[in-house]
Nanobody
């Protein structure tokens, strides 16, 4: 399993970023996928997920600002982040939603920093 997240950066509050995550080594289209955020000093949390059929869910903290999507032909999941806030700062990873365990691969993630 390989998960390569990209698209992070440093933006001012109110700005936007679009994250991408290329997956390989498993049947991407067969899995629900999610974007996870690990803020400094906090546990990793699931902020958005998308089912095999495209049904989406969002945490309350990002609802209305973030949009998750996927391209099964390219084994890629995306996260459009708008109206960014300082509390959105963290390392963002993508991964499956179900079946994760202590030995699961997470990849490098991509850093998002929101600061004025």
């Amino acid at each position: 399993v390989q998960l390569q997240a990209s698209g992070g950066g440093s933006v001012q509050p109110g700005g936007s970023l679009r994250l991408s995550c290329a997956a390989s080594g498993f049947s991407f289209s067969a899995y629900s996928m999610g974007w996870y955020r690990q803020a400094p000093g906090k546990q990793r949390e699931l902020v958005a997920d998308i089912s095999r059929s495209g049904t989406t869910n969002y945490s309350d903290s990002v609802k209305g600002r973030f949009t998750i999507s996927r391209d099964n032909a390219k084994n890629t999941v995306f996260l459009q982040m708008n109206s960014l806030k300082p509390e959105d700062t963290g390392v963002y990873h993508c991964n499956k939603v179900y079946g994760l365990g202590p030995g699961s691969t997470w990849g490098q993630g991509t850093q998002v920093t929101v600061s004025s």
